[in-house]
Nanobody, 128 residues
């Protein structure tokens, strides 16, 4: 049974930091590129960050570049999203997702429709 379980969300103030985790099971984590997306109420799901199978190549949305860092630990089958200098517009449900690992082209990993495994999400709320 495939599972992606996010944790680490919460209510913080602007300027604070959070570290999200996503624990994977039920599939070969090492063969998958991993991504983080977010969805705010009434808005479409938005790409945040992605990492390739070995964590060497990464992509970020322009809105989070320089503030967020994606990383992964293949021994723990876990992907992380370290978020610094959080702002109220970062408020959303954050979801991790897995996609096929042989193609890490930017156009592909930034599109939610290319991911086949999804977690339930963790809420991040940033107050001003």
């Amino acid at each position: 049974q495939v599972q992606l379980v996010e944790s680490g969300g919460g209510l913080v103030q602007a300027g604070d930091s959070l570290r999200l985790s996503c624990a994977a099971s039920g599939f070969n984590f090492r063969t998958r590129n991993m991504g983080w997306f977010r969805q705010a109420p009434g808005k479409e799901r938005e790409f945040v960050a992605a990492t390739n199978r070995i964590g060497i190549s990464v992509y970020y949305a322009d809105t989070v570049k320089g503030r967020f860092t994606i990383s992964r630990d293949n021994d723990k089958s876990t992907v992380y999203l370290q978020m610094w200098f959080l702002e109220p517009p970062d408020t959303a449900v954050y979801l991790c997702a897995a996609t096929e690992g042989s193609d890490f082209s930017e156009w592909r990993v930034k599109r939610a429709e290319n991911y086949d495994y999804w977690g339930q999400g963790t809420q991040v709320t940033v107050s001003s």
